[in-house]
């Protein structure tokens, strides 16, 4: 297996727990758990995203290039973390919140679009 392989594997991965424990959160945000609220539930999304940012880097350094659709992962990108923190610390009403989660998900598979089709337009294609 090529480092850059290894790296996408590395990437994917962080990225598919990324957003299954992302919606994990907003379930339990919508339920008002007290799992939301758990030490280790704010902590391991940092570290997921952590790893998928990292991997995300070097595979743009190995590529030696940068591409338009990696442009608009990294804006893309910005706009879900916003979402999800109005979505999880600053909207204060229920229906904001979840309001901000579905938001935050809509822009998470714009990027899972734009990632897997290369493409800078996602599946936004489909109207432009
Ligand atoms: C929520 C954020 C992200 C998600 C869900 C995500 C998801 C993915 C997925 C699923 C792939 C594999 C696509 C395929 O080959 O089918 C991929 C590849 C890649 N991603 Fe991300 N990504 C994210 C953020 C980023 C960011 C911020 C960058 C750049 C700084 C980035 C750079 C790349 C690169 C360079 C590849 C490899 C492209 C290739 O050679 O095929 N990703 N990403």
Redesign the pocket.
């Known amino acids: 297996m090529t480092g850059y392989i290894f790296f996408?594997h590395i990437?994917?991965t962080a990225?598919v727990a990324?957003?299954a424990f992302f919606m994990l959160r907003g379930l339990w945000m919508m339920q008002e758990s007290s799992l939301f609220n758990a030490k280790l539930v704010k902590v391991l999304p940092h570290v997921i995203d952590t790893i998928?940012?990292v991997s995300?880097?070097i595979?743009?350094g190995m590529?030696g290039s940068f591409p338009a659709f990696?442009q608009v992962?990294?804006v893309a990108?910005f706009v879900?973390i916003a979402f999800g923190m109005m979505a999880f610390r600053f909207m204060k009403s229920w229906g904001a919140r979840v309001f901000m989660f579905f938001m935050a998900l809509l822009v998470?598979a714009f990027?899972?679009s734009v990632?897997?089709t290369?493409q800078p337009q996602g599946f936004l294609s489909a109207i432009i």
């Open positions: 996408k990437h994917m990225a990324s957003g998928l940012l995300a880097f595979l743009v590529m990696v992962k990294i990108l879900y998470f990027i899972l990632a897997i290369k």
